[in-house]
């Protein structure tokens, strides 16, 4: 009896951290929607002009209109876009009104126009301000003798370019002949479904063997009394 008892005391607390992960993993779920809406209507918000000092925490994601000139010396960072298949980001240094040198993404060049010159010189579009966060600890360096750069990096793409620390992805067509990316939530990773139901997935298997136990023990009590 005292096994039994410590077993289903075992399986029941097992049982509960399993349902609490789940139930968890809704709740996350549920957040993270309500982050996506708000990301997706500051996206689509009217542009305003750039601010004094962009901040990567508050104006992340803010449509600005900029007016200015391209500059030479783009990078190329690799990517794939479903259709054309392999290609490049294209990111030029963009020297605002006002002096300040920033960073614009122009949009998609496939392989074959990698090294296609682009339009340089006046220009006035708009756009949303951005930092990426795609470097991890398998992230290859830049290929800096063929211009290749395998994620977006804001602070040495900067460096780079002799810019400030500031990425517009644009929105709106300059004619450059480039396929616009602008920012959008489809790369936002939203797996909390999928967590929830492997918890609760695992929970019910808990439960289905913990009864399959009992009802063995159950039988075997029962057999060897004959």
Do not use: C
Request: no cysteine; hydrophobic share 45%.
């Amino acid at each position: 009896m005292r096994r039994i008892i410590f077993f289903l005391l075992i399986s029941g607390l097992g049982l509960v951290t399993l349902l609490s992960l789940g139930i968890w993993q809704v709740g996350r779920l549920e957040w993270k929607e309500g982050k996506l809406a708000e990301i997706e209507a500051r996206i689509a918000e009217a542009p305003v002009p750039m601010p004094a000092n962009p901040d990567p925490l508050v104006d992340k994601y803010q449509p600005v209109e900029i007016s200015g000139q391209f500059e030479s010396g783009e990078l190329h960072v690799l990517t794939s876009v479903k259709g054309p298949g392999p290609g490049y980001r294209v990111i030029a240094p963009f020297v605002l009104t006002d002096g300040r040198r920033i960073m614009v993404e122009r949009g998609f060049a496939p392989s074959r126009a990698k090294n296609t010159p682009r339009p340089l010189g006046a220009a006035q579009l708009e756009g949303n301000l951005h930092w990426p966060v795609e470097v991890d600890g398998f992230t290859p360096a830049p290929d800096t003798d063929v211009n290749i750069w395998y994620a977006r990096d804001v602070a040495p793409m900067a460096d780079t370019l002799n810019t400030l620390p500031i990425l517009v992805i644009q929105r709106s067509d300059t004619a450059s002949g480039l396929r616009l990316m602008p920012v959008g939530i489809d790369g936002i990773a939203n797996d909390h479904l999928q967590y929830a139901l492997t918890w609760f997935s695992l929970a019910f298997i808990w439960a289905a063997m913990t009864v399959y136990f009992l009802r063995r023990s159950r039988a075997n009590s029962k057999g060897s009394k004959i």
